[in-house]
């Protein structure tokens, strides 16, 4: 069993950046694939990001391909999202996740946190 606490959420001004973190539980974290998805008001939960448990496979949503920058240290059970050049429709609620396999799909994971509020304004 895996449980997920993401960190570092927050409000800030368009163009500026933020770095997400989620701790994991268990030892077992160095052989999950992490993903962060994220969640506007009336929209569904839509992919953002992931790592392969080894660090050598990350894949991004094109919505943040060259912006954000997923990482993770397995000595730390801590995966981040680094968000820069932020804009108003990366605003929601950001929620880690983790799986023994890898996707891109929310059903793809299993386990998932209880999410992050981040807000960009114009």
């Known amino acids: 069993q895996v449980q997920l606490v993401e960190s570092g959420g927050g409000l800030v001004q368009a163009g500026g950046s933020l770095r997400l973190s989620c701790a994991a539980s268990g030892r077992t974290f160095s052989s999950y694939t992490m993903g962060w998805f994220r969640q506007a008001p009336g929209k569904e939960r839509e992919f953002v990001a992931c790592?392969?448990?080894?660090?050598?496979?990350?894949y991004a949503s094109d919505s943040v391909k060259g912006r954000f920058t997923i990482s993770r240290d397995n000595a730390k059970n801590t995966v981040y999202l680094q968000m820069n050049s932020l804009k108003p429709e990366d605003t929601g609620v950001y929620y880690c996740?983790?799986?023994?396999?890898?996707?891109?799909?929310?059903?793809?994971?299993?386990?998932w946190g209880q999410g992050t509020q981040v807000t960009v304004s114009s």
């Open positions: 790592i392969h448990w080894s660090g050598l496979s990350r």
């Open positions: 996740a983790a799986d023994p396999t890898i996707g891109v799909q929310s059903y793809d994971y299993a386990h």
